[in-house]
């Protein structure tokens, strides 16, 4: 049998792989759109980091990592992750909107996800803070010899905290079966890469340094990106050894919340409508017109239409939970 | 078959961490120098050797991520114990301790759990100086959705790390290097101790003292002079600060309505200040005489010689509180070839 862990861009890809990228990159858009269009009723009430811009990095969750044995765990920005691997919907709208139908019974809100049945295993809030859980998770797998592998999912601030580098390292030592993928969005908050890390940094290359694979994606292209988990997931398979992705992104929201805030004009227009004009889903319909045609693409819209239709309702109706402090739910 | 042995707490706690990595095939055990000549103090000795260094390992000086990693593993099933030789080093994982292992529990509405122990062990003497002697079982209490046990003897020390490995919530584990090599009656074979019993070390009317981990040391030792004076102290030794053992403290002292609380702690926000205002809160007449605190000053701790003597409380202290409670005095005979910083005549640091 012939191995192939190169890294060949001109692989061929399948039409099927084109819709199921195409396909979960705008179910993930349209869901998001839905939360932010709703949220103005005030009903959803915690914050929430809406991945609108950023779905390629996750769409390919649901076609490579669908398994149970590959888990997955996020950050702040979690809404993308979860439903690329499968999440369930209605769970998701749910613990938005604090009800006890929610994937953490209203505990938790948009940053405190899970849904363990499809192997998404958490998010948490403080940046950076799952990348080493998601380093024990692998550690699991070798001490339980467990298939599979873990991928955690931040965003380039993490890369400034210290336990980012911490986890590398122990990774390395230790042959940990982890995907580290680190979403460049460029902005902390408000802040630009600028203020906070070196001018000409290549994210992946110093990285590598460490003594890490490292892969770079500059984002544009989904089925690229689609490539290069491909290409992370056998590297880790077969090599047994642990693997970094950055891939450029942009999200068209404002950090935190519904609207977008380019009033603020901490962003500069050339660069808002560089990305918007390289937008995921218009590049594949243009690039792929014949697999995504306008009868396919309504198809999708109206599928997702319905999903949304019913998780929402649903969530809407469903109860809040009842409140207790007891010693009993806070410990096992 | 006798059905105890004499051994230190140092062994103890080896062996403690050698039947559980028996009991379950999937426990993890690691820290800084868990695999080094000395291993933390003679704890793990052997262990690697035993069970592997798969399971039994050294780690890099990364607190915070190993400590996230042993939540990874821990909600997968594989329990942890990580070991910290001295607590100061474990401040670097506060928001892995206090942000991730104390909160999924609850946040997670009960979706997984966080049997992770995490091994602390409190500095003193020989110049260990300001951070390398704190006992912040006070900062650890304070956080919901976790456990802080402090045993005071071998046997506890077995009994509770069991306990504490085989519990389904993070545990802070505190011991202190002043114990390691007391030796005490511990009971053979797999034995647990349920986490929040305290235990009641010696019966009496007059007054009660409670303490935890060392200070525990010093309150016997005070309790057979304050007896020799007639004065019958009930002492309890807390084994678990959270959760707390108040009902066997109020009912102690709703015999005796006298308190003294000793605490390894800084004064301020201390547990002693914990169980003075539950005391209150609970039943404020229960108390004939003002309840009585012995805790560290507020103050780091320093380095030289000279300045360490008279900066720990003793037992000493004790028996001056009790010669004011009671308005009597209390002879004992001092003993004054024991230098203030070290636990026992054999001891030579470095630490």
Redesign the interface.
């Given at each position: 049998m012939v191995i192939i862990i190169g890294l060949s861009l001109k692989m061929k890809i399948s039409a099927k792989i084109v819709s199921q990228i195409y396909y979960q990159i705008l179910r993930i858009r349209e869901i998001e759109s839905r939360i932010s269009k709703e949220y103005t009723e005030w009903k959803m009430r915690c914050p929430v980091h809406l991945s609108i811009g950023q779905e390629s990095v996750a769409a390919p969750l649901s076609v490579l990592f669908k398994n149970k044995k590959y888990e997955v765990l996020s950050g702040h920005r979690a809404h993308a992750h979860y439903l690329g691997k499968g999440g369930n919907l209605f769970k998701l709208i749910s613990e938005i909107m604090g009800k006890s139908t929610?994937?953490?019974?209203?505990?938790?809100g948009s940053m405190?996800l899970?849904d363990?049945d499809v192997g998404f295993?958490?998010s948490?809030a403080?940046v950076a803070?799952?990348?080493?859980?998601?380093?024990?998770?692998?550690?699991?797998?070798?001490?339980?010899k467990e298939k599979g592998l873990?991928l955690v999912f931040f965003g380039d601030g993490a890369i400034e905290e210290?336990?980012f580098y911490?986890?590398i390292?122990?990774s390395i030592?230790k042959n940990l079966p982890i995907i580290f993928i680190c979403e460049n969005n460029k902005y902390s908050v408000y802040s630009n890469l600028d203020v906070r890390q070196p001018k000409n940094r290549k994210i992946h290359k110093m990285v590598e340094k460490i003594g890490i694979k490292s892969v770079f994606s500059n984002g544009l292209n989904a089925i690229e990106i689609y490539q290069k988990f491909l290409y992370a997931k056998n590297y880790v398979e077969r090599k047994n050894k642990p693997i970094f992705l950055e891939i450029n992104t942009y999200r068209y929201l404002e950090h935190c919340g519904p609207f977008d805030d380019d009033n603020l004009k901490y962003r500069p227009k050339k660069e808002i409508d560089f990305w918007k004009k390289n937008d995921p889903l218009t590049f594949l319909e243009k690039k792929y017109d014949k697999i995504l045609n306008k009868k396919k693409i309504n198809n999708y819209k109206n599928k997702i239409s319905n999903e949304i239709n019913l998780s929402f309702n649903k969530a809407k109706r469903s109860k809040y939970p009842k409140s207790s402090i007891k010693?009993k739910?806070?410990?096992? | 078959m006798p059905k105890f042995k004499y051994i230190t707490y140092a062994e103890a706690i080896n062996e403690a961490l050698d039947l559980s990595l028996k009991k379950d095939p999937n426990l993890l055990c690691y820290g800084l120098g868990v695999s080094d000549p000395k291993e933390v103090f003679n704890t793990t000795k052997n262990l690697q050797k035993k069970y592997s260094s798969e399971r039994v390992f050294d780690i890099p000086c990364s607190e915070n991520a190993l400590t996230g990693v042993g939540i990874g593993c821990a909600i997968k099933k594989c329990r942890v114990v990580m070991t910290h030789q001295r607590l100061d080093f474990s401040l670097l994982s506060l928001d892995q301790i206090i942000n991730n292992a104390s909160k999924f529990y609850y946040m997670f509405n009960k979706k997984i759990r966080v049997p992770i122990t995490i091994r602390m062990i409190v500095g003193r003497g020989w110049g260990q100086g300001p951070t390398h002697s704190q006992s912040l079982q006070s900062i650890f209490s304070h956080i919901p959705g976790l456990k802080v046990v402090m045993p005071s003897n071998a046997n506890d020390a077995k009994k509770l790390l069991i306990s504490s490995i085989f519990d389904d919530n993070p545990v802070i584990y505190i011991e202190h290097r002043w114990l390691h090599e007391q030796k005490g009656r511990v009971e053979k074979g797999f034995t647990k101790k349920k986490i929040s019993n305290a235990n009641i070390l010696k019966r009496g009317k007059d007054l009660t003292i409670v303490a935890s981990s060392h200070m525990t040391t010093e309150a016997i030792i005070a309790g057979k002079i304050l007896q020799k004076n007639n004065i019958a102290a009930e002492i309890i030794d807390l084994r678990s600060i959270k959760p707390l053992d108040f009902k066997k403290i109020e009912k102690s002292i709703s015999k005796t309505k006298r308190l003294i609380i000793l605490d390894s702690g800084f004064s301020f926000g201390s547990i002693a200040n914990e169980i003075i205002s539950s005391v209150h809160i609970r039943s404020y007449k229960l108390l004939k005489h003002q309840p009585i605190k012995i805790s560290m000053p507020d103050c780091p701790v320093p380095t030289g010689f000279s300045l360490t003597k008279n900066f720990y409380p003793d037992y000493k202290r004790i028996i001056f509180e009790c010669e004011k409670m009671f308005s009597k005095k209390i002879s004992y005979e001092k003993n004054k070839n024991q230098l203030h910083d070290v636990p026992n005549k054999e001891y030579l640091g470095p630490f």
């Open positions: 929610g994937c953490s019974g209203g505990r938790g405190h899970i363990k295993l958490l948490t403080i803070n799952s990348i080493p859980v998601a380093a024990g998770v692998a550690l699991s797998k070798k001490i339980k873990a210290g336990v911490e986890t390292n122990f030592i010693d739910e806070i410990y096992a | -």
